[in-house]
């Protein structure tokens, strides 16, 4: 059965493992991809990161299990906004492609979406690349709707322009 929890320091080397091939992903075959991960994705060491993040009270690191596997994650944090309201982010959240849509990311975000709730976040916001299509599909399933759309023009590479 699909389950989620938060995470705890013996699944962080899984949590990497995870976190390794939803960058692979990314950066293989979505669009937008390479740089995501260059510029926004979590970096290596992934051990370190995920173990500090599951030890910081104010990140949640959610496993998302079935029968007992893990077989996907979940990252959260809080920002402070200028109005004093706070905004929940989710970072990351991956499950592997042989585990999609049986209830593994559902239930990991019911688990992110209650963690916000109790730090009286005024929304949440994450992220999904151009193209991803069953990302977007998720989101908006979870009650999501686009806030921001970020643009992007891709420059030759080599080529510097004329001054």
Known sequence: ??????????????????????????????????????????????????????ADPDVVVIAGMLDDVVLGYATGRVEGLRDGT????IDELFVEPDARAIGVGEAMMDQLLDWFRQRTCIGVDSTALPGARETKNFFEESGFTARLLVMHHRMEQGVRPSP
Do not use: K
């Open 1 to 54: 059965m699909e389950a989620a929890r938060p995470a705890t320091a013996a699944d962080v080397p899984r949590l990497a493992d995870l976190c390794r091939m939803a960058l692979a992903e990314l950066g293989a075959r979505e669009r937008g991809g390479a740089v995501f991960v260059a510029r926004e994705a979590r970096a290596e060491p992934f051990d370190t990161g995920l173990a500090s993040a599951v």
């Open 86 to 89: 706070s905004l929940g982010i």
